[in-house]
């Protein structure tokens, strides 16, 4: 692989659904060229810092309540949407039905403004609610395939576009702005937060989840049960030849990459109360795995940026800390990180239009 230098207009820092997304946001624009994507790890590679390929990985009402949760989560639905109806099988996103069970009652505005576009929305009646169960939806949701999902991005951002990719662990956000006609860095460096030094967001921290990969074919319904202390959920797993994710944990703060016996008996326990597929013939576990969901306080910051380099002031993109929902909200925030530097894309644009020689 090259290495960050020469005509780098724009440099993504990460190559997580993040950075993928940013990519594909700028490519579709027609900036595929002046993209180079830097990154320690790639679709394909698996390290407890590398959170993307553990996602489970569905669209769900689980995400924040506040304003921008809100509209990412939205404009991620049309995206997943547009996937699972014309690319299901290169794409790895599909469409599938699911149920979501509270414990609590949740904040009725939110479910109000997901209704808007969820399709085959309906809150379930008094009567449908298992025991111990305040408050039910149902709708068509999109389930991921993560880790082969961030493929064919990869695949896709460098064959259609002619986005490059330069593997390397940067020692400083500075790093990314090696070559003097680098214009925009995008950083997208998920739990990065412990792995840039001097550059750490005191909001932002690790969120661990234990879940279970199983063979289960006849596993075809998403289900969810948020406790009050708990996470439940089952997942179908799109062009896997039937495997599924059962789920899980959400341990603010926990920063271990270990997986547990006892967890995975309880995923087992829990998913069997919820999901009458799961319950109907055990599962076969052909995979633990834990993973990290980088989550910043306050939300995920989508935000434009100065930085000093060597004296000089360069523009920073900040687009990290989606926490637990990198994948439903990623290209929502992908398009918002994007239109920040509208103004210095034009000259980009501008300069790409003259011929180089
Ligand atoms: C168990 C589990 C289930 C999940 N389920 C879902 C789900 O159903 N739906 C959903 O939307 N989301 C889900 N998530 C969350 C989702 O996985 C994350 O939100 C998403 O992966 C975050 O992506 P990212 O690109 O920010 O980070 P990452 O995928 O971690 O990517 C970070 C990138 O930055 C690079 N990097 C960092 N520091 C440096 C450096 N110094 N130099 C060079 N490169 C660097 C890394 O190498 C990597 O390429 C789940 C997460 C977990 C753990
Ligand atoms: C389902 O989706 C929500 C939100 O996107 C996420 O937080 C949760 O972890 C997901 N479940 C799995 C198994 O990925
Ligand atoms: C880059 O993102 C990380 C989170 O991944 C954050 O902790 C850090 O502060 C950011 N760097 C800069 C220079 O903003």
Same mark, same amino acid.
């Given at each position: 692989m090259a290495s960050l230098s020469s005509n780098d207009s724009i440099v993504i820092v990460g190559a997580g659904i993040i950075g993928l997304n940013v990519a594909l946001v700028l490519a579709e624009k027609g900036y595929g060229q002046s993209i180079t994507v830097v990154a320690e790890y790639f679709p394909g590679d698996t390290s407890t810092y590398y959170t993307s390929p553990w996602a489970g990985c569905n669209f769900s009402a689980i995400s924040g309540t506040d304003i921008n949760a809100l509209r990412w989560d939205r404009m991620g639905y049309a995206h997943l949407s547009k996937l699972a109806t014309h690319h299901p099988e290169e794409s790895y996103v599909q469409w599938t039905p699911s149920t979501e069970l509270w414990d609590e009652d949740i904040p009725r505005d939110k479910i109000q403004h997901m209704s808007e576009y969820l399709k085959d929305f309906r809150v379930l009646s008094d009567a449908e609610l298992p025991r111990g169960v305040k408050f039910a939806v149902s #709708? /068509? /949701?999109? /389930? $991921?395939?993560?880790?082969?999902?961030?493929?064919?991005?990869?695949?896709?951002?460098?064959?259609? #576009?002619? $986005?490059? #990719? $330069?593997?390397q662990r940067l020692p400083s956000i500075q790093a990314a702005y090696a070559s003097p006609s680098t214009k925009i860095v995008f950083n997208c460096t998920g739990l990065g937060s412990g792995t840039l030094p001097g550059v750490e967001d005191p909001k932002c921290y690790p969120t661990r989840g234990q879940v279970l990969l199983v063979k289960g074919p006849h596993i075809q319904t998403n289900m969810m049960r948020h406790g009050v202390d708990y996470e439940t959920y089952v997942i179908p797993r799109p062009g896997s030849n039937g495997n599924a994710i059962l789920g899980g944990y959400m341990q603010k703060g926990v920063n271990d990459g270990s997986t547990y016996d006892s967890e995975t008996k309880s995923i087992l326990a829990r998913t069997r109360d919820l999901s009458s597929e799961v319950s109907q013939q055990e599962p076969e576990v052909l995979a633990v795995v834990a993973g990290l969901r980088p989550s910043r306080e306050g939300g995920a910051r989508v935000e434009r940026d100065e930085i000093l380099v060597g004296g000089q002031k360069r523009i920073l993109v900040h687009n990290y800390g989606a926490g637990g929902t990198g994948f439903q909200a990623g290209y929502g925030m992908a398009l918002e990180s994007v239109a920040t530097v509208e103004d210095m894309l034009r000259d980009i644009r501008d300069s790409i239009a003259r011929p180089r020689l």
């Open positions: #709708f /068509t /949701t999109l /389930t $991921v395939n993560a880790p082969k999902h961030i493929k064919y991005l990869y695949r896709r951002l460098q064959d259609q #576009f002619g $986005v490059r #990719f $330069v593997r």
